[in-house]
């Protein structure tokens, strides 16, 4: 198995970077099952679902939380 190398990864076209990143990605939710999160990661997982819960009409559906987060990155 040949070794690809950062600078490899870099001399693909952005399409071609794409598709890289997404296989990886791919292949890391494939094996999720043995990702542990720290006690402190469920806590705070917890913590949210019920603040959800509690008041579901505080959550922003993701359209919206993506465009803040692209605007706060805008040049």
Known sequence: MQKTT???????SIP?????????WDSIAAKAEVIE???KEKQIID?????YHCNPNAASPWNEVYK???KNYEV
């Open 16 to 24: 071609e970077r794409i598709v890289l990143v997404e296989d990886l």
């Open 6 to 12: 950062v600078t490899d990864m870099l001399s693909l």
């Open 37 to 39: 999160l720290t006690d």
């Open 47 to 51: 913590q949210r679902i019920e603040a």
């Open 68 to 70: 803040r987060i692209v």
